[in-house]
């Protein structure tokens, strides 16, 4: 399910949302997961600050090389490592 996020999060940059706000959107759904399916706790608040960190070189990286042909290998590898952090 993240990757879906991912992908479409990245899709709608290509439309003109701004990488914070993208960052936003992924790092609240995924405290918000987190939140429901194993309660609040230290750990998770440490996991969306990476995940944070993390979306943020992401969607940024996807923003500023959308049109080079790095695009794909940054938007391939990056959904891969944030879907495993």
């Known amino acids: ?3 879906i996020i991912l ?3 990245a899709s709608a940059l ?3 949302l701004k990488p ?4 936003v959107v992924y790092s609240g759904l995924v405290l918000l997961m987190g939140v429901f399916l194993d309660g609040p706790s230290l750990d ?3 996991g969306t600050s ?3 960190a993390l979306s943020f070189v992401y969607f940024w990286l996807v923003d500023n090389y959308e ?15 944030i879907s495993v952090a």
Do not use: D, F, K, Y
């Open 1 to 3: 399910m993240g990757i």
């Open 7 to 9: 992908v479409a999060l």
């Open 14 to 16: 290509r439309a003109g």
């Open 20 to 23: 914070l706000h993208a960052t």
């Open 44 to 46: 998770l608040v440490v």
């Open 50 to 52: 990476i995940v944070l």
């Open 67 to 81: 049109e080079s042909l790095a695009w794909w290998p940054i938007m391939l590898i990056g959904a891969v490592l």
